[in-house]
């Protein structure tokens, strides 16, 4: 494609070189350039793509698209200037791609918990329907079976032109629908800019991020901005923010609850083990409703799901078969066979709210002890550790604090951090840093009537530790066990 062609909508100044440059790909690595390229330079935390300019000269680059004045003159490349560069490379890379989001339904999932949950269960309910779904986010990129691998990062929300490219690779294998989860940096980095959302849901919002957004007025302002991209919204009103969303959306919006009134209501709950009944209002229209597992949690997922396949013209009968159906996510609220005979549940509840829902959760059907073995990652908000510890030792009967992803962090400091919340005086702890030993120490304790939950990892199958990634699954070592 044509530079110039690529650069429309986008306020530039031309420094050097020709728009007429004929372009191959658009790349922020400099690694991944190849012949024909632009390049453009993005500022981050860690590194500055000016630095790199030379690097991908030297790989092919044709064109660097800079935020920073530069006194270097390059031979036969073409130097552009713009305000930022996050801003810009989303609407140059969707204008490389052709728009491709236009093409199929774009749903984009944002909140604090159940963002994974909620974009697998529309896509299962969606594949009932025979639609061809791809689904973006924090466990894989995936088109139906097959994955798909774009760039180097694995981030829940990936680059712009990452993800602009995934989409085109999404419409020409003739995508129908596309859910992608939208985390609160991936929206306030510009990554989802020009993208084409039908439809916006929003989950919840509690503590987490913090050490990216500073204050939770930032969290929130982030996951707002989703709101303003979107023909149409999908809110939680039993989260005091949803109904903040609300009160702000231009556009058509759709509400679920259990708690109050809502477009979509869920009612005549019942838990057990095996999985939730209930029953649905939409449009003065009743349905029973079943799912395959447990927790109230489950049931707001349901909702989101069923509101927005509803908005988006599906059968309503044919929505709820698709949710009879639903097996689960890994790691979320997974049921973990061992030779111990215990129920035992790896989750990736890493928030003081979805530990929360965990635990009251599993111990809605428990007719034992609830144990839980839980820790805090490194280099992350630190003030929600002693919170994650009180919630824990308040609802748990026993919890054993060890090791999450220490990362860069000495384990024993956070653990010390963790432990300032637990309540010491119902002497209900013990603290083991190794997280294998942790794990099989709460087997040991258990009985066949008790529930273990494994918290904070879920899907993941790696411990960061001192900046060192070693293998790590939790559903491994408790089937080692």
């Known amino acids: 494609m044509v530079l110039s062609d690529i650069l429309k909508n986008l306020e530039y100044s031309l420094v050097q070189g020709s728009l007429e440059t004929n372009i191959k790909d658009i790349q922020y690595n400099s690694k991944l350039v190849t012949e024909d390229s632009i390049f453009i330079c993005i500022s981050g935390v860690k590194s500055d793509g000016h630095n790199y300019i030379n690097s991908a000269i030297e790989n092919g680059a044709k064109v660097i698209i800079v935020e920073k004045d530069i006194e270097e003159n390059f031979k036969d490349v073409t130097v552009i200037k713009v305000k930022d560069s996050k801003v810009a490379l989303p609407i140059i890379s969707n204008n490389f791609y052709e728009n491709p989001s236009s093409?199929?339904?774009?749903?984009?999932?944002?909140?604090?918990?159940?963002?994974?949950?909620?974009?697998?269960?529309?896509?299962?309910?969606?594949?009932?329907?025979?639609?061809?779904?791809?689904?973006?986010?924090?466990?894989?990129?995936?088109?139906g079976n097959e994955d798909i691998e774009v760039g180097l990062t694995k981030l829940t929300t990936p680059q712009s032109n990452d993800l602009q490219h995934m989409f085109k690779i999404m419409k020409d294998n003739n995508a129908d629908d596309v859910i992608m989860e939208c985390s609160s940096m991936g929206i306030e980095m510009h990554r989802v800019d020009s993208c084409d959302f039908d439809v916006a849901i929003f989950t919840n919002l509690t503590q987490?991020?913090?050490?990216?957004?500073?204050?939770?007025?930032?969290?929130?302002?982030?996951?707002?901005?989703?709101?303003?991209?979107?023909?149409k919204a999908v809110l939680n009103i039993d989260d005091e923010f949803g109904r903040e969303i609300a009160s702000k959306m231009e556009n058509p919006y759709f509400?679920?609850?259990?708690d109050r009134e809502a477009d979509c209501r869920a009612t005549d709950i019942k838990i057990t083990s095996k999985g939730v009944n209930f029953k649905i209002t939409i449009d003065n229209i009743k349905k029973d409703v079943y799912l395959k597992i447990p927790g109230k949690f489950s049931i707001y997922n349901a909702l989101a799901t069923i509101s927005t396949c509803y908005i988006l013209g599906y059968d309503l009968d044919k929505i709820i078969e698709g949710i009879s159906k639903i097996e689960g996510?890994?790691?979320?609220?997974?049921?973990?066979?061992?030779?111990k005979g215990c129920t035992t549940i790896v989750d990736y509840a890493h928030t003081p709210d979805a530990l929360e829902n965990v635990i009251k959760a599993a111990k809605e059907f428990a007719e034992g002890k609830v144990i839980t073995v839980f820790g805090c990652g490194g280099n992350r908000d630190k003030t929600k550790r002693p919170?994650?510890?009180?919630?824990?030792?308040?609802?748990?009967?026993?919890?054993?604090?060890?090791?999450?992803?220490?990362?860069?962090?000495?384990?024993e400091e956070i653990l010390k951090d963790v432990e300032a919340g637990i309540h010491k005086e119902k002497n209900n702890y013990v603290k083991i840093v190794d997280r294998k030993k942790a794990i099989f120490y709460a087997m040991d304790m258990a009985d066949e009537k008790d529930i273990i939950i494994v918290a904070g990892k879920g899907h993941e199958n790696y411990q960061i530790i001192m900046g060192e990634t070693h293998h790590f699954d939790d559903v491994e070592v408790i089937q080692e066990y």
Not at 255 to 258: E, G, L, N, S
Not at 396 to 405: A, G, I, K, R
Request: charge should be positive; glycine fraction near 6%.
């Open 208 to 231: 987490d991020h913090l050490d990216d957004h500073k204050t939770m007025e930032n969290y929130k302002n982030a996951k707002l901005k989703l709101f303003f991209m979107c023909k």
């Open 103 to 143: 093409k199929f339904n774009l749903i984009g999932i944002t909140g604090t918990n159940g963002k994974t949950s909620v974009s697998n269960f529309i896509s299962e309910v969606l594949t009932n329907l025979n639609h061809k779904v791809g689904v973006i986010g924090t466990i894989g990129n995936r088109l």
């Open 255 to 258: 509400t679920y609850a259990i």
């Open 329 to 339: 996510v890994k790691g979320r609220f997974q049921l973990v066979s061992n030779r």
């Open 387 to 411: 919170i994650m510890a009180e919630i824990v030792s308040h609802y748990s009967d026993f919890c054993v604090l060890t090791s999450d992803n220490p990362r860069n962090e000495d384990p």
